[in-house]
Nanobody
Framework: QVQLVESGGGLVQHGGSLRLSCAASGRTFNRYAMGWFRQAPGKERDFVAAISVSGGSTYYADSVKGRFTISRDNAKNTVSLQMNSLKPEDTAVYYC????????????????WGQGTQVTVSS
């Protein structure tokens, strides 16, 4: 398994930017497809973005397409989510997740999760 730790959350006004990072343990990080999910109070945990093992393929939720960018650095065992043009509806706890091999947008496909980092966007 892999252990994940998110960081980079905070408070930002609408239109601002944040960069979230996820640090992964172990020496087999390059075997895992990675995803970002988010959960607001009273809401389901929803897909945000995903990236394949090699970084060659990415998926985005329609709500963040064109504003968010997912990337990974396999040499450093990290995944990042660059969030631009933030909106109040982006407010949520953001979670990093990992699954062995194939990229997926499905929450239930991910077996390993970080603790989450809070992102709050003021209006």
């Amino acid at each position: 398994q892999v252990q994940l730790v998110e960081s980079g959350g905070g408070l930002v006004q609408h239109g601002g930017s944040l960069r979230l990072s996820c640090a992964a343990s172990g020496r087999t990080f390059n075997r895992y497809a990675m995803g970002w999910f988010r959960q607001a109070p009273g809401k389901e945990r929803d897909f945000v973005a995903a990236i394949s093992v090699s970084g060659g393929s990415t998926y985005y939720a329609d709500s963040v397409k064109g504003r968010f960018t997912i990337s990974r650095d396999n040499a450093k065992n990290t995944v990042s989510l660059q969030m631009n043009s933030l909106k109040p509806e982006d407010t949520a706890v953001y979670y990093c997740a990992a699954r062995l091999a194939l990229i997926s947008t499905g929450r239930d496909d991910y077996a390993y999760w970080g603790q989450g980092t809070q992102v709050t966007v003021s209006s």
